[in-house]
């Protein structure tokens, strides 16, 4: 049965509270095996709990959901290969993010957790005052001050009690985490694993609406929860059925914040300095340190899949052209159809895009 344990020390997940790291190394919690996935358990149940998630835990979990997931594949071609697009930003708060959240907010009323905080540049922030609203949790949400202004409303429309800091992405990160250390819990979609089981639900969907697992998977890099948690859900669905095949996985970043590429060039397993201090408008992947960039390139060395970056002046006129086509989705959103257009002749068919948030989250897209 799956637990949750310090990937360092193999400390065991506690009972109670919430804490974000291990209280012995400091280091970094996650499953320590997986709970096989095949096929949808419980069509009664509300949005991504279909797939019986409570038993990746091995205890029956509270279902706080707002109809998350089962998003459409919607299918195009490019190059004259067929490119499918996962529009996560059709989720209830307009990104992929609500998956995750569904199953942390639903952790924390299991554990009777009343406030929390969390910091995010925007989309994670608006899902989990959403999520916290439909469970009476009050939120505290910690944003960079630079945050898209309609971000910024979505958190505090559903409730939320809002903080924005000045300065970079890490600034809102460290004052969300002295604000915890006063005894709050800290419901960071970062740090704790219990929305990896949420993420990997796109996995599950997308074996359900096209009968493989094969082709190839692009995704973007913030901290890297969402890649990882599409390769557990494929490897969940792998080990119920041994004779498929996974995907090739692609993981994007903005070349302004590229940590995990600027690691994977360089042939290492260890984060580097990857940031070049300058701004991006892809704020979703600006994270310095990404918490599980070091299990993403222990996934993905070797012939499993690749990281590449994309240039700043390259991301924009993409998120327009993909408009063009129907989708209208954040900067952020675009790195994949930049990476899918330099890669599109070396890649396995079918190319499948996450686009994780929608456009209308984020100002300036027409500039």
């Known amino acids: 049965m799956p637990g949750i344990r310090c990937v360092q020390c193999g400390f065991e997940y506690p009972k ?21 996935k095949s096929e949808l358990k419980d069509l009664s149940l509300p949005g991504i709990w279909g797939w ?24 195009d071609s490019f190059a004259g290969k067929q490119i499918g697009m996962k529009c996560e930003f059709l989720n209830p708060t307009g990104s992929y993010k609500d998956r995750g959240t569904s199953v942390l907010v639903s952790e924390l009323l299991a554990r009777k957790v009343g406030t929390a905080v969390e910091d995010s540049s925007g989309n994670a922030g608006a899902s989990f005052a959403a999520y916290a609203a439909r469970a009476g949790i009050h939120a505290e949400v910690f944003i960079p001050s630079s945050a898209s202004g309609p971000k910024k409303m979505q958190i505090v429309k559903y409730g939320a009690e809002i903080f924005e800091i000045a300065g970079p992405r890490e600034a809102a990160a460290q004052a969300v985490r002295e604000k915890a250390s006063q005894g709050i819990a800290y419901a ?17 969907e997308l074996y ?22 599409i390769i557990r859900g494929f490897s969940a669905l792998r080990q119920a059925n041994p004779s498929l095949s996974v ?31 300058e701004p991006t408008i892809a704020e979703g992947v600006r994270v310095k340190q990404p918490v599980q960039g070091k299990a993403l390139l222990r996934k993905i060395f070797g ?5 590449l970056s994309i240039p700043e ?20 959103s675009s790195l994949v159809w930049s990476a899918c257009k330099k890669l599109v002749e070396d890649l396995p068919e079918p190319i499948i895009l996450i686009l994780t ?5 984020y100002r300036d897209i027409t500039s």
């Open 16 to 36: 109670t509270g919430v804490p974000f790291v291990c209280p012995k190394c400091g280091g970094v919690f996650d499953f320590d095996s997986l709970a096989p």
């Open 52 to 75: 019986d998630l409570s038993q990746d835990f091995g205890y029956e979990l509270p279902n706080v959901s707002l109809g998350e997931g089962n998003t459409p594949l919607v299918w």
């Open 188 to 204: 960071s979609h970062a740090y704790l694993p219990f929305g990896l089981s949420g993420i990997a639900t796109i996995a599950y």
């Open 208 to 229: 359900s609406q096209m009968g493989s697992i094969s082709g190839t998977v692009i995704a973007p890099i913030g901290h890297g929860g969402l890649l990882l948690g």
């Open 247 to 277: 995907p090739y996985y692609v993981g994007v970043q903005a070349e302004a914040c590229s940590p995990v590429v600027k690691a994977f060039n360089d042939g290492s397993k260890e984060l580097t300095k990857g940031c070049s201090g």
């Open 303 to 307: 012939s499993k899949g690749t990281f």
């Open 313 to 332: 002046d390259q991301i924009l006129p993409d998120s327009v052209e993909l408009a063009t086509r129907g989708f209208f989705v954040e900067p952020t």
């Open 357 to 361: 948030g929608s456009g209308l989250k």
